[in-house]
Structures are given as C-alpha cells and as structure tokens.
C-alpha cells in the first residue's frame, strides 16, 4: 500500500481555511457593530443625557464638572475632571448593557454552542 504525498495547498487555499477555522469574518463583523454601536451610544450619551443631567447642575454640563488643586510650593494647577469620568462611565454602562441583552436574547436561540455560566448547574 502506497502513500501519496499530501497536495499542496495554495497560499490562498490556506488563508481561506483559516478565516473558516477561527471566524475570522464573524469577528470582524462584530468588531465593525460594535464600534458603530458605540459611537451611537456614545453621541446618546452627550447629546440626550450628559444635558438631562447638567439640568441638575449648576455648570449646566456634566462633562464640565472639574476640580483644581494648586500646589502650593510651585503654584502649579492640577485640574481633575471628574465630570468627564463620570460621562465615559455612564457610556460604559449603557453599552455593557445592550451587550448582555443582546448575548441573552442570542443565547435563547441557541446561535452560540457556549454553555451558559450563569445558570447554576443542574
């Protein structure tokens, strides 16, 4: 019994098993929502709620909450904008939220073969 040598492939054949092996298309796709999904939430929050809760405020902007520390030996000012931290969170969350959502509406499709961590085991 004779063994044939195994065909070569082809640099393009190889790079087209990879993308299928890893997902790589699966992956840049997400990768382009996400980034587009962010920049929505993102301008949600600046435009819609960052001015609701500069209402609240006396600055009237919440990106303009700072605080200055001056030190005293140099005279230097040290500005702690706070206010923007607490704007970047608020965009943190919203789209930690809408990832979860999205996994747990996916997840009840079964469209991921993951087990499901959060579940307590049976």
Do not use: C, W
């Not at 004779?2 to 087209?16: A, G, L, N, R, V």
């Amino acid at each position: 019994m004779s063994t044939q040598p195994e065909k070569k492939q082809s640099m393009m054949d190889e790079f087209i098993g990879f993308l299928k092996t890893f997902g790589v298309i699966g992956l840049a796709i997400a990768f382009v929502i996400g980034a587009a999904s962010s920049k929505l939430v993102t301008a949600f929050v600046n435009d819609i709620i960052n001015p609701i809760v500069g209402l609240a405020l006396p600055s009237g902007d919440l990106k303009a909450l700072h605080y200055n520390v001056t030190n005293s030996a140099t005279g230097a000012t040290s500005t702690f904008a706070y206010g923007d931290l607490i704007s970047n969170t608020i965009d943190f969350i919203i789209i930690a939220l809408i990832v979860f959502i999205a996994y747990k509406m996916l997840s009840r499709y079964k469209i991921f073969n993951v087990e499901d961590k959060t579940k307590p085991p049976k």
